[in-house]
């Protein structure tokens, strides 16, 4: 059977040899007549794949020894709250660039800690008021010099608007949510203290939650919180402080495997950024038919949003691609228009596809 | 492939039927060509799976109807700081009951939780000093009238020691950890205001936690948390407020399907006490080879644990045991002794297995 093509914003497509290996194993892993899921998270067998999922993302992003890899729960939205808890001390501030939907929860959530834990947490810069269609230059912000740490998001899924290259906010610690930035391409996470991404973009199924963050960084969290929204306690059980979600991370691992097996991360980012530039080119060359509302400095390789001339057209446009096959087309809600996700596990031929259904749409509508 | 005999205290064995619809759909969920974790939350074929396991919850255990499911992220461990963190009001107290190494970790957080909070974590009653190995009669416990709620876990995984009937702590709001003793038997849950559990005992696989609880409780939960931490926003989003954890949600429907086929509840609870029965049984008659250190009236039906004669002795049962295909049989390493996990997957020939095992090796050794 062949498979529909799936641009969605994620839970996202996965690479179907990762599929195909969890499928093949599924009742028996690795010769223990047990699934994977089965297994104690104690257990030599699961323990295997858990040292080898961080294994694998410490050598595709080459993670410097002094950061920590952290397999939590909750997605980037408890990362939202549990940041702040950590690091935001009595009567101190942190500082909050907001570029999209997802920044602006993380400062929300972040300002509600803040006023139980009689701290501050400040917009340092928004871009909001132009409607999010672009990035906040490192110049722009308003910093705090005395701030805790500086966090900004740098891909926002719902905006497609993306940080293509990472800026400095200041001399603060800084700290991201990447979910749909991660592992798309090799970034360097030694300009960050800490980094966190919900797996359901580019790593694997949502249930996992990936946190890349410096030793010791996380050794300055608050450590009066109960133990398990403190980062150091599951830092020092390697991730096993609980049970962890440990299907997941299983597919995590079938998943980073595969993106090795593709050549790593130069070979992925080559391949998604030539899948980018077909479908923006595609955008640019339709005389105005499809508009990217995004600043061309600012676009996101991984979710490319676009509008049409009106949302009767963006309608009839999601539902003809939706019986030609093409799922996930949809912008989010808050922000309407089409929504094209470009995830690790996007083919290249459906872009090309995508790419004529909407020549051909533009020369029936336009 | 026979199965190993798998009696793990969870991760556990998953009733085969819901690990082999899981695999025969892994590629291609209800015809849709995709996996079903590659599906938008958002999406109608997730939801339909999302809102089936939630009635079928419903269903199965006649959940009163002003009471909400939820499905929540990070174990029975993340439920010991959201509790005190919703429901412990500043200046409040709630009183703990401690009967084990999971009721005292939850009292340890929400203490940790009560000192950031201006509030108090009372134990109002514990069997610490006697090791563990009685359940704490209502009529012993010191009660603090005034409290916010009670806390207590109706099983104790490690230290093998239950609630066989449902207690009640005087009149404050009961609030309990049921990870371990939830869906093995048609529990009734009018007399709690919230009860939990990490689904990787009987109901699913690890990385889900079910929530269930009154909808007037949870409206008084505390309001000026970040949202993420809040039950009534995960209520109010029916557990769709963020990206829940799809897979593992859609495996809890299959296991609750399987509960269905073999007859719901009862028969379920009829076919675990019959297997409880033979292992205490096959304890009792060992002439003191085998030793339940839990009083009678507090044994668990799902976690038997005993000791053997010597350390030595039960390092050979386990390895003997092991050798003869049968895992998971080790006790807690902060408990010691040998633990068996009675689970619904756990097949009753299992415990014949097993028992027939016990008795030669008591023979041979004794």
Redesign the interface.
Known sequence: ????I?F???????P?PA??R??AE???FDG????V?????RGQAYEAVHNEAIALLRELLSIPAEFDVLFL??????Q??LV?MSFLPVGGSADHVVTGAWSEKAH???A??A??AGARARVAGSTKESGFTRVLRADEAQLDPAAAYVHFATNETIHGVQYLETPTFGRAPQVSDMSSDFLWRKVDVAPFSLVYG?A?KNIG????TVVLARKAFLERGRK??????QYRTHAEANSL????????IY?VRNVLDWIKTCGGLDAIEARNRAKAAELYGAVDASAGFYRSPVEVGSRSVMNVVFRLPTEALETRFVEEAGRAGM??LKGHRSAGGIRVSLYNAVEPEWVTVLVSFMKDFAKKAG
């Open positions: 059977m062949r498979r529909p799936n969605n914003a994620g839970p996202a497509t996965l179907l599929l195909e969890a499928r599924l009742l028996d223990t007549g047990l699934s899921m089965e297994h104690s998270h729960q909750g997605g980037a939205s408890m939202f709250a702040p929300q959530e972040a509600a800690w006023g139980i919900g359901q199924p949502s249930g996992v009066d919180l109960p133990k398990i929204l402080l609980n049970t962890p979600p440990t299907f997941g597919l799922l996930g």
